[in-house]
C-alpha cells in the first residue's frame, strides 16, 4: 500500500475519531457558555480551548520536525465583517440550543429537530449572494502558520508547548490508573469521556487533519456546497465528503455502541421553528466568518491571529447574550455540572445558578 493511501486512511479515522470524541463527551460551545453562566465554572470551555492548544502544538512538531508545510486558514476580510458573522453565529446557536458539533452529535442520537437546524443552515448560507449584491467588498484572505510566521519564536514556543503536552500527557495517564478495578471494557468504550481526554484525541487528530487536509470541517462543506448550487464557488471535492462523512459516522458509531440513539422531535411547531430560525442565523453567520464554531476551533485559532481570536470571542458573546436574554426573561437554559471527569445536564432556575 502506497504512503499516499495510508495518509488517506489515517485521515479518515482522525475525522472519525473527532466524532466520536466530540459525542462522547458532549462538548458544544452553548453548553460552554451555560456553564459559566450558571455554575461559575469553565470546565467545558477550557477543554475546548485544550483541543486547540493539543493541535497548535502537534502542528509544530510537524513543521519543525519534518518540514510539513500545512495548509493555510482563511481570514475574511474587512475584519468587521468576520467579527459580525461570529456574534451572528453564537446567537443563532444559542437560539438552537446547540451549536455545529452538538447539532451534529444530537442527531446522531436520532433528534430529528436537527435536520431543520441543518436545513437553515443551508438557507442562512445562501444570504451571502446579498453582501456583493449590495456593493460590499469581502475577499478570503490565506493565514499562514504561526509556525511559519515566527521562525525566531518557533523553537523556544514549541518548547515550552512540548513541556505542557508532557504534563498533561501524565495526567491523563493518572487519570487511566484511576479507573476503578474490576473488569474493563477498552478505555475508547467508555459511556463516557473525561473532558481533558476527548481535548487531547480531537486536537491531535484535527492537527494531523488540518495539516494535511485544510479547511476540512462540515461547516466548510455544507457553506461550499451551497455556494457552488447558487453558482458563487467551485464545488467541494467528493474527498472533502468523505472525511465529513467519516466524522459523522464516528459520531453515530459512538450513539450506537452507547446504545442512546432514539428517535425524538419536538413536540411544538415551536420547537422546529427555533431549531430552523437558530440555522438560518448559524448559516449567514458562517458565510460572513468563513465556517462555524467547528471550523473555528479546529482551524481559525490555531493561526493564533487577531481575527480568529476576536471571532470566536464574538460567538461566544452571542451566545451569551441570548443566554442572558433567556434568564431574564425567566426561560429555561442549561445547566451543567462539569468536572475533569465530564458534564451532566441538570435542570436549573433561569435565575438562580446551579451548585456546584
Given amino acids: ?16 475519531l473527532i466524532g466520536f470524541a466530540a459525542h ?27 483541543a486547540v492548544v493539543w493541535m497548535v502544538t502537534l502542528t509544530g512538531v510537524l513543521v519543525l520536525g519534518f518540514g510539513l508545510v500545512p495548509q493555510p486558514a482563511l481570514a475574511r476580510t474587512p475584519m468587521l465583517l468576520a467579527l459580525a458573522g461570529g456574534l451572528l453565529f453564537g446567537i443563532g446557536a444559542a437560539v438552537n440550543g446547540g451549536c455545529s ?25 445562501a444570504t451571502w449572494l446579498a453582501v456583493p449584491a449590495v456593493g460590499w467588498q469581502a475577499a478570503l484572505t490565506p493565514l499562514p502558520s504561526p509556525w511559519l510566521r515566527w521562525p525566531d519564536l518557533a523553537p523556544g514556543l514549541l518548547a515550552l508547548l512540548l513541556a505542557w503536552a508532557l504534563h498533561r500527557a501524565w495526567g491523563l495517564w493518572q487519570l ?8 474493563r471494557k477498552p478505555w475508547l468504550l467508555a459511556p463516557t469521556y473525561p473532558l481533558s481526554v476527548s481535548a487531547a484525541l480531537m486536537g491531535l487528530a484535527a492537527g494531523l487533519l488540518y495539516a494535511t487536509q485544510g479547511a476540512w470541517s462540515y461547516t466548510s462543506y455544507l457553506r461550499t456546497e451551497v455556494l457552488h448550487t447558487l453558482g458563487d464557488v467551485p464545488a467541494a471535492s467528493a474527498w472533502h465528503g468523505g472525511l465529513v462523512l467519516s466524522l459523522v459516522a464516528g459520531m453515530l458509531a459512538s450513539s450506537l455502541q452507547r446504545r442512546t440513539f432514539a428517535w ?14 437558530g440555522g438560518v442565523l448559524m448559516g449567514a453567520g458562517a458565510a460572513m466568518v468563513p465556517g462555524g464554531n467547528d471550523t473555528l476551533l479546529l482551524g481559525s485559532l490555531p493561526t493564533i491571529t487577531l481575527a480568529a481570536v476576536g471571532t470566536y470571542l464574538c460567538m461566544l458573546m452571542g451566545i451569551a447574550l441570548v443566554l442572558w436574554m433567556m434568564r431574564v426573561a425567566r426561560a429555561p437554559m ?7 471527569s465530564g458534564c451532566d445536564e441538570q435542570s436549573a432556575s433561569p435565575t438562580k445558578p446551579a451548585p456546584r
Avoid at 502506497?2 to 479518515?12: F, N, R, W, Y
Avoid at 442549561?334 to 475533569?340: G, I, N, V, Y
Fill in 334 to 340: 442549561p445547566a451543567l455540572a462539569c468536572s475533569a
Fill in 176 to 183: 487511566a490508573r484511576a479507573r476503578p478495578q474490576g473488569p
Fill in 101 to 125: 458539533l452538538s447539532t451534529l452529535t444530537r442527531l446522531a442520537d436520532g433528534h430529528i429537530g436537527m435536520a431543520a437546524t441543518l436545513s437553515g443552515f443551508a438557507l442562512g448560507v
Fill in 24 to 50: 462522547r463527551a458532549s462538548l458544544c460551545n452553548v453548553r460552554a457558555v451555560a456553564e459559566v453562566m450558571t455554575t461559575r465554572s469553565a470546565h467545558m470551555l477550557w477543554s475546548l480551548l485544550q
Fill in 264 to 277: 425524538t422531535r419536538p413536540q411544538r411547531l415551536g420547537g422546529w421553528l427555533r431549531h430552523a430560525g
Fill in 1 to 16: 500500500m502506497s504512503s499516499t493511501a495510508l495518509l488517506d486512511i489515517l485521515a479518515l479515522c482522525c475525522a472519525a
